[in-house]
């Protein structure tokens, strides 16, 4: 079946530190992969996706690539800031099972100044 | 162009009692999710519509629990006799559904439900 597994949190971080949010995912067939944010108090948001392997996905100074080989989507940023605290959601899509995603638990992380 | 709307933006309401949860999606999105988060967790998946197919409610955790969609559009999600432990984020999502690529999911603002 299908299923994402997220790096567990809450991350704390100075600022201009350096992030990852580790993501790995199972799929039976080619899925697309996506990272969504929420903000406190808001909805989620598209962060970035990547539909095919070797795929990378950049927003906001966030990047992740679609490596099949390990199944991995890891999240990065050089240099986090503290409108980066929020609960980062690691997410698939497999075309070959239908239009249901799957998403991981959520990473929570804080900046600090 | 509109996002995804749902009301109300906060609901209380008493055990016992049956509320109703709006969600207008994206124009010409076939595809609309609920979702359940509770207090600091994750997504909870409820129930799946996809154009006139029968809804996936693989994810409602009781009969209390029940959504329609109507003329493909609206949905409404009714928790009848609600409990306590139905208080969370109710998030509602759409997505376009054409063939070929891979399309993400816009997510509404939810719908804060408190059970007292």
């Known amino acids: 079946g299908n299923s994402v597994t997220q790096m567990e949190g809450p991350v704390t971080l100075s600022e201009e530190a350096f992030l990852t949010i580790n993501c790995t995912y199972t799929a039976t067939g080619y899925p697309s992969l996506f990272w969504y944010v929420q903000y406190p108090g808001e909805g989620l948001q598209l962060l970035l996706k990547a539909t095919k392997a070797d795929d990378k996905g950049s927003n906001k100074g966030f990047e992740a690539t679609y490596r099949k080989e390990t199944t991995s989507f890891h999240l990065e940023k050089g240099s986090v800031q503290v409108s980066d605290s929020a609960v980062y959601f690691c997410?698939?899509?497999?075309?070959?099972?239908?239009?249901?995603?799957?998403f991981g638990t959520g990473t929570s992380l804080t900046v600090i100044p | 162009g509109a996002g995804v709307s749902q009301s109300p933006s906060n609901k209380v309401t008493e055990k016992g009692k049956d509320v109703e949860l709006r969600c207008d999606p994206i124009s010409g999105h076939t595809a609309l999710y609920w979702y359940r988060q509770s207090l600091g967790q994750g997504l909870e998946f409820l129930i799946y519509?996809?154009?006139?197919?029968?809804?996936?409610k693989s994810g409602l955790p009781s009969d209390r629990f029940s959504a329609e969609r109507t003329g493909g559009s609206v949905s409404t999600l009714t928790i009848q006799r609600t409990q306590q432990e139905d208080s969370a984020v109710y998030l509602c999502?759409?997505?376009?559904?054409?063939?070929?690529?891979?399309?993400?999911?816009?997510f509404g603002p939810g719908t804060r439900l408190t059970v007292t």
């Open positions: 519509f996809q154009g006139n197919s029968a809804p996936d």
């Open positions: 999502a759409s997505r376009f559904s054409g063939t070929g690529g891979a399309y993400e999911q816009y």
């Open positions: 997410a698939l899509s497999d075309l070959v099972t239908g239009n249901q995603f799957y």
